[in-house]
């Protein structure tokens, strides 16, 4: 949030910050809205993967899509979870070793690759779909 981090800023408070990405909404958009945002205010992060915990609202409103990454197992799921920086569960439409391509393309701002992945991958056209991704199903 913008206007967090000038208040932070104008405080004289050097701000730590953390972001998440692999939320089941995730799109080319929101990446590149994030990648955006932290050139704008020089932040340098490795966005964590989302990790969502039994008994929080994500993991309920997704725990058909997580479990059966895990045999259906709960235990299987809990007992694999460690470092947020590592991908343990993922909610989005893209595939693990491309949501683990992007985090690191997002962690070197490295928004012409991050270009040049998405129209090799998802051609004009795609984007609008992207963007609802219940067209998809």
């Known amino acids: 949030n913008q206007k967090a981090l000038d208040v932070a800023v104008d405080a004289t408070i050097n701000p730590i910050t953390n972001f998440m990405i692999g939320y089941p909404q995730e799109n080319y958009e929101s990446i590149m809205a994030s990648v955006n945002f932290w050139?704008?205010?020089n932040i340098r992060c490795k966005p964590f993967f989302i990790t969502p915990f039994p008994m929080t609202q994500l993991f309920e409103e997704q725990k058909q899509k997580i479990l059966a990454q895990f045999n259906n197992s709960l235990e299987e799921y809990v007992l694999s979870l460690g470092e947020a920086t590592d991908l343990h569960v993922?909610?989005?439409r893209y595939s693990d070793p491309e949501l683990i391509g992007i985090q690191e393309l997002m962690s070197k701002h490295d928004v012409e690759r991050l270009k040049k992945w998405h129209n090799l991958f998802y051609p004009v056209g795609e984007l609008a779909?992207?963007?609802n991704p219940e067209e998809l199903k």
């Open 129 to 131: 779909r992207e963007s």
């Open 39 to 41: 050139t704008k205010n």
């Open 90 to 92: 993922n909610l989005t």
